[in-house]
């Protein structure tokens, strides 16, 4: 009797262990990211919408970010909100996005 409940026991905690570990990985996997860079378009006519940012590193060398833009998504004009579909190409903006399995998805955007 004494071996059957060990050996349960064991079960249970190898089973709890099993499911934690991907919980886990996954929170690990999203990121949070700040860029700064001029918009290059925006896409509101596809569901979720959608913002593509060029940033010039450092480096000198130019990174592109494409990000969902959700309902959520807090997009703000100075000190006002604004909408997605008021962006301009060739603004300065500040994209923060997470960054997930999923591919990226806008939490903010500011324009100056």
Wanted: hydrophobic share 45%; glycine share 6%.
């Amino acid at each position: 009797m004494r071996t059957k409940l060990c050996s349960l026991c064991l079960v249970f905690a190898i089973g709890l262990v099993a499911l934690t570990t991907p919980l886990a990985t996954a929170a690990a996997e999203t990121i949070q990211r700040t860029v700064r860079g001029t918009v290059m378009a925006t896409n509101t006519a596809v569901d979720p919408q959608t913002i593509v940012v060029k940033v010039v590193l450092l480096n000198k060398e130019e990174l592109i970010v494409g990000a969902r833009v959700p309902t959520d998504t807090t997009i703000t004009r100075g000190t006002r909100a604004t909408r997605l579909a008021d962006l301009k190409v060739g603004e300065a903006a500040e994209l923060t996005y997470l960054k997930s399995p999923d591919g990226l998805i806008a939490r903010s955007i500011h324009v100056r």
